[in-house]
C-alpha cells in the first residue's frame, strides 16, 4: 500500500501564486524526498530533507516536515507555468523508494 | 552525465509478442530499478538490481522478466503480456544505499507500454 497520501490531489493557480502540498505517511522516516513529474514522463528529483531536519529550501521550494505529526509540505513560491506538473512525496529508501498519491499541478498564465 | 536513458519511448505490442525494454546510465550507479506506473497513480516498485545482481522483486509475474547485463545497463523483457499490463514503465538508477538512506534516485523518461 502507498506510504504518503498527498492533498489536495489536483490544485489550479495562477503564474505568481505560490502553490502548497502536503503529504502525510505512516511509519517512521529517515528522510522524505520529493519528485516532479511532467506529463507523465520521468520524474525528477526536487529535494531531500532528513528525519532531523525542519526546513529546507532550494530555490523558490520551500519544504517543511513533522516528524511528529507524520507529515510534510512543499511550498512553490511564485510559481511558473513551466511548474505545471504532477508532484510527489517519497519515503523509504532509494532502493525501494514509496511514493504518495500525488498532487497534480496546474499553473495558468 | 546525469542521464538515464530509455528506449523504446513508445511501444505497441500484442499479447503474443515477446519484446524489450532497455534502459542505460553512465552515473556509475550500481543500483537499478523498474518501476510501473498507472495512469494517475504514483509509480510502483517492480524490481531492484545492486551490484548487477537481483535483489528485490516486489511479486511482479514472470511474463515480466528483468535482466543486467552490466553496471550500465538494465533490461525488462516482456512475454505474453496483457491489456492490463499497459502503462509507463520507467528505470531508474541510484548509487547504492549502505545504509545512509539519503541517496535520490534518478528516472528515465520511461516507456509508453500498449498491449492490444
Known amino acids: 500500500s502507498q506510504q504518503g497520501e498527498e492533498d489536495p490531489q489536483a490544485l489550479s493557480i495562477q503564474e505568481g501564486e505560490n502553490a502548497t502540498m502536503n503529504c502525510s505517511y505512516k511509519t517512521s522516516i529517515n528522510n522524505l524526498q520529493w519528485y516532479r513529474q511532467n506529463s507523465g514522463r520521468g520524474l525528477v528529483h526536487l529535494i531531500l530533507?532528513?528525519?532531523?531536519?525542519r526546513e529546507k529550501h532550494s530555490g523558490r521550494l520551500r519544504v517543511t516536515l513533522d516528524t511528529s505529526k507524520k507529515s510534510s509540505s512543499l511550498l512553490i513560491t511564485a510559481s511558473r507555468a513551466a511548474d505545471t506538473a504532477s508532484y510527489f512525496c517519497a519515503t523509504g529508501t532509494a532502493s525501494k523508494l514509496t511514493f504518495g498519491t500525488g498532487t497534480r499541478l496546474q499553473v495558468t498564465l | 552525465d546525469t542521464e538515464v536513458t530509455q528506449t523504446p519511448k513508445h511501444l505497441v505490442m500484442g499479447m503474443t509478442n515477446k519484446k524489450s525494454l532497455k534502459c542505460e546510465q553512465h552515473?556509475?550507479?550500481?543500483?537499478m530499478y523498474w518501476y510501473k506506473q498507472k495512469a494517475k497513480k504514483p509509480p510502483e516498485l517492480m524490481f531492484v538490481y545492486s551490484y548487477e545482481k537481483l535483489s528485490i522483486n516486489e511479486s511482479v509475474p514472470s511474463r515480466f522478466s528483468p535482466e543486467c547485463p552490466n553496471s550500465s545497463l538494465l533490461n525488462l523483457h516482456l512475454h505474453a503480456l496483457q491489456p492490463e499490463d499497459s502503462a509507463l514503465y520507467l528505470c531508474?538508477?541510484?548509487?547504492?544505499?549502505?545504509?545512509?538512506?539519503?541517496?535520490?534516485?534518478?528516472f528515465g523518461q520511461g516507456t509508453r507500454l500498449t498491449v492490444v
Open positions: 552515473m556509475g550507479h550500481r543500483a
Open positions: 531508474a538508477s541510484s548509487q547504492v544505499d549502505l545504509g545512509l538512506m539519503n541517496t535520490e534516485a534518478f
Open positions: 530533507i532528513r528525519s532531523n531536519e
